[in-house]
């Protein structure tokens, strides 16, 4: 495959104007964003996106999950295409870069190529996958796992927010159900690859300007569901109580003992907590939320996983509360294509970035589309790794060496044309 030449760059100012620009739709309360999948404002991202693929010559295409293919045609119509991209939405206190990145740099790539007047043999596809975050409808990835046969469309268009709005009745509502059909793509893809803030600490404390994903770690999200008794706080005797909101609080330090008996390469948390009925002077007579474990070997996932219901079970058995599990998400550890991963590694070394290998602790699109195309993540550094709050910030020249290196995998990929 042709490489591009060193002297090869993307404008890195006008990506910047690119994200801050985006930024401004759904801002949050703390300098962040709040543009969360099929709202209003995710909706107007969506066009404001549109807007920027089609005048930079793009032709749009839209499938039944709300997925967006914005194409630069190649040379060879026989040629397969070249997917770049990652996410819009965010966190309801999310920043301005967690997956807005990787959708942005895919867009500079065509820019810039437009500016050089360079074509490529096969298509290059900017790509905005919907509902990568998963805090609105559970679980994470859920368009991208439609697309690559993990989930079926009738099963995600039915899932519910905490309103009880179903997810394809919003993605219809803000007018984003295209007529493509899920997933018709998927045999017809060269190569995918994805750039995106590393969201940990580990690039900016060892001052590397390039994370090169090799892996992704598993994820298991496991929802549970504790139910006592609603009583007044203050004339319910302590021993005639049933504290939902206490067995919780036992099965979360369960949660931690798990996660640390598996250090140092296994997490475990619970983020989403509902308490029912949330009032001052109300026992809570239900709990609901999600735990959350994490792991690069698919055998400690399952340990994990198995003493969550194990020990809960017992912990609510002896305190007389009641409790379901329900699995709402997960993926196991994802291995990259060795191809792919060169091409970041390459670039990276081609263009004097210093770089190093590093495993993706969080989930992304790319680890579903890896099961159906060859598939590899480039990471730029956050500030202390800080990611899913609003304070989440990165450097302009982060953004541009990660932009740089997306760039040179994907249009060696996609093959210069002389």
Same mark, same amino acid.
């Given at each position: 495959?042709?490489?591009?030449?060193?002297?090869?760059?993307?404008?890195?100012?006008?990506?910047?104007?690119?994200?801050?620009?985006?930024?401004?739709?759904?801002?949050? &309360?703390?300098?962040?964003?709040?543009?969360?999948?099929?709202?209003?404002?995710?909706?107007?991202?969506?066009?404001? *996106?549109?807007?920027?693929?089609?005048?930079?010559?793009?032709?749009?295409?839209?499938? %039944?999950?709300?997925?967006?293919?914005?194409?630069?045609?190649?040379?060879?119509?026989?040629?397969?295409?070249?997917?770049?991209?990652?996410?819009?939405? %965010? =966190?309801?206190?999310?920043?301005?870069?967690?997956?807005?990145? @990787? &959708?942005? $740099?895919?867009?500079?790539?065509? #820019?810039?190529?437009?500016?050089?007047?360079?074509?490529?043999?096969?298509?290059? !596809?900017?790509?905005?996958?919907?509902?990568?975050?998963?805090? #609105? *409808?559970?679980?994470?990835?859920?368009?991208?796992?439609? *697309?690559? @046969?993990i989930h079926e469309q009738d099963w995600a268009y039915d899932r519910e927010d905490a309103k @009880?709005?179903?997810?394809?009745?919003?993605?219809?509502?803000?007018?984003?159900?295209?007529?493509?059909?899920?997933?018709?793509?998927?045999?017809?893809?060269?190569? *995918?690859?994805?750039?995106?803030?590393?969201?940990?600490?580990?690039?900016?404390?060892?001052?590397?300007? /390039?994370? &090169?994903? %090799?892996?992704? =770690?598993?994820?298991?999200?496991? =929802?549970? %569901?504790?139910?006592?008794?609603?009583?007044?706080?203050?004339?319910?005797?302590?021993? +005639?109580?049933?504290? $939902?909101?206490?067995?919780? $609080?036992?099965?979360? =330090?369960?949660?931690?003992?798990?996660?640390?008996?598996?250090?140092?390469?296994?997490?475990?948390?619970?983020?989403?907590?509902?308490?029912?009925?949330?009032? #001052?002077?109300?026992?809570?007579?239900?709990?609901?939320?999600?735990?959350?474990?994490?792991?690069?070997?698919?055998?400690?996932?399952?340990?994990?996983?198995?003493?969550?219901?194990?020990?809960?079970?017992?912990?609510?058995?002896?305190?007389?509360?009641? !409790?379901?599990?329900?699995?709402?998400?997960?993926?196991?550890?994802?291995?990259?294509?060795?191809?792919?991963?060169?091409?970041?590694?390459?670039?990276?070394?081609?263009?004097?970035?210093?770089?190093?290998?590093?495993?993706?602790?969080?989930?992304?699109?790319?680890?579903?589309?890896?099961?159906?195309?060859?598939?590899?993540?480039? +990471?730029?550094?956050?500030?202390?790794?800080?990611?899913?709050?609003?304070?989440?910030? !990165?450097?302009?020249?982060?953004?541009?060496?990660?932009?740089?290196?997306?760039?040179?995998?994907?249009?060696?990929?996609?093959? /210069?044309?002389?």
């Open positions: 495959m042709a490489a591009p030449g060193e002297n090869l760059r993307i404008n890195g100012d006008r990506l910047w104007d690119s994200l801050m620009e985006m930024a401004k739709i759904g801002p949050g &309360v703390a300098g962040g964003n709040n543009r969360q999948t099929v709202t209003d404002e995710d909706g107007e991202g969506r066009k404001l *996106f549109q807007k920027w693929c089609e005048d930079a010559g793009c032709t749009m295409g839209v499938d %039944t999950m709300g997925n967006m293919f914005m194409t630069r045609e190649g040379t060879d119509p026989d040629a397969l295409p070249v997917y770049v991209g990652s996410h819009l939405d %965010t =966190q309801p206190t999310g920043g301005k870069y967690d997956g807005v990145l @990787g &959708v942005l $740099a895919g867009l500079e790539i065509v #820019r810039t190529l437009n500016d050089l007047g360079i074509k490529t043999k096969h298509p290059i !596809i900017v790509t905005n996958w919907t509902n990568e975050e998963g805090t #609105r *409808f559970a679980p994470a990835m859920l368009a991208s796992g439609v *697309f690559a @046969g @009880g709005k179903k997810f394809g009745d919003e993605l219809e509502r803000i007018g984003w159900k295209g007529d493509e059909e899920v997933g018709s793509r998927k045999d017809k893809m060269k190569a *995918f690859f994805e750039l995106h803030i590393e969201q940990g600490p580990i690039l900016e404390a060892e001052g590397k300007d /390039i994370g &090169v994903v %090799t892996h992704g =770690q598993g994820l298991s999200w496991t =929802q549970v %569901t504790i139910t006592g008794k609603d009583a007044h706080t203050g004339s319910t005797p302590m021993p +005639m109580r049933k504290n $939902a909101g206490l067995g919780m $609080a036992k099965v979360l =330090q369960l949660v931690d003992e798990i996660a640390w008996s598996h250090s140092p390469h296994a997490v475990g948390a619970a983020g989403h907590i509902d308490v029912y009925p949330n009032s #001052r002077n109300v026992i809570p007579g239900k709990v609901v939320f999600t735990v959350d474990f994490r792991s690069p070997d698919l055998a400690v996932i399952t340990d994990m996983e198995e003493r969550l219901k194990i020990g809960a079970k017992e912990i609510c058995d002896e305190m007389g509360l009641g !409790i379901e599990f329900e699995k709402v998400g997960g993926f196991d550890p994802v291995e990259f294509d060795a191809d792919c991963v060169k091409a970041v590694r390459d670039a990276a070394d081609r263009l004097g970035y210093s770089h190093r290998d590093i495993i993706s602790g969080a989930g992304h699109d790319a680890c579903w589309i890896n099961r159906v195309a060859p598939t590899s993540m480039v +990471m730029c550094p956050c500030v202390d790794g800080l990611s899913h709050n609003e304070a989440e910030d !990165i450097s302009l020249e982060w953004a541009r060496a990660g932009a740089d290196v997306l760039f040179h995998a994907v249009v060696e990929t996609a093959e /210069i044309v002389e």
